[in-house]
């Protein structure tokens, strides 16, 4: 297959193009190349012609978001209309990276593909009407990922919880992590390898959860990191409302797929793929 990945060297596109260059053609275009927000910019994907064009490509830093929702709406939504209605034209797949902030977090369980709904921020909301122009092209999946670590780092943010956390460690820093916000923390390879599953099996297109099995609250999150590490830092659990953010946050959205056990395509637990990351980053032997 000819497959697209917009936002190559993003957390979420390194690994896809890793994972999926074995057995396809892979195309990958940076910022430089597309602006998924100006659809001239986009009339690249009709002169590379691929049968799958994968849009990792999002303005996420949260808080920002609130601050300016017009750049989060070009991007997130805007830009996943350009990328479908292109997709659209050339008869080819569009995969649409989306998230769990697209959820309010009152349900206090797992989100699954058959939940409702119902963002609380900009941000979620710009993804949410993503998600929507998406659906626009037949031919889709939209992949919902959460709590996101990989090798590369995410773009825009510089690195990810895991180094952040181990980096504060190695400083002699008091760590302070939220203790009430509950999520499914993902390994961006295992999400890939998720997405490369679904294309393989040509399973029905739509909505799914592609994270890693289980939840923690970041707290605990980190708690894991430095028993795997052996890093012993001073750490401290706080409650959300002492870091004043400026965008609301879900409290619980955690992630569970109960469409893809039903293709075979199954996950493992985010404890062995945070094991996995670390020895890849040379953390662990």
């Not at 295992?190 to 294309?199: N, T």
Request: net charge positive; glycine share 6%; aromatic share 10%.
């Amino acid at each position: 297959m000819k497959i697209v990945i917009i936002g190559s060297t993003g957390q979420l596109g390194t690994d896809l193009v890793k994972i999926l260059q074995d057995d396809n053609e892979v195309i990958g275009l940076t910022h430089n190349d597309i602006e998924v927000s100006d659809y001239k910019s986009c009339l690249i994907l009709k002169e590379l012609k691929p049968e799958v064009i994968i849009n990792t490509a999002a303005f996420h830093k949260t808080d920002q978001c609130e601050e300016e929702p017009l750049k989060t709406f070009s991007v997130n939504a805007i830009g996943a209309k350009n990328v479908a209605t292109i997709s659209k034209e050339i008869n080819a797949i569009t995969v649409y990276i989306s998230s769990d902030y697209v959820f309010d977090g009152s349900k206090k369980e797992p989100y699954t593909e058959e939940d409702t709904p119902n963002p609380i921020n900009t941000y979620g909301i710009s993804k949410l009407a993503g998600e929507l122009y998406t659906k626009q092209n037949p031919k889709h999946y939209i992949i919902r990922v959460a709590s996101l670590f990989g090798v590369a780092g995410a773009s825009g943010k510089g690195g990810n919880f895991v180094e952040t956390m181990i980096k504060k460690a190695l400083n002699k820093e008091v760590i302070n992590v939220v203790d009430d916000m509950w999520m499914s923390p993902t390994y961006t390879k295992d999400a890939a390898l998720i997405i490369k599953k679904i294309l393989k099996a040509n399973i029905p297109y739509g909505v799914y959860h592609a994270t890693n099995k289980g939840y923690c609250t970041w707290f605990q999150f980190a708690q894991e990191i430095f028993k795997l590490t052996g890093l012993t830092p001073i750490i401290k659990p706080i409650r959300t409302d002492q870091l004043q953010m400026k965008a609301k946050r879900p409290r619980f959205s955690a992630l569970e797929s109960v469409k893809l056990p039903k293709y075979g395509i199954q996950t493992r637990r985010w404890e062995e793929a945070l094991k996995e990351y670390l020895i890849e980053k040379g953390y662990l032997s």
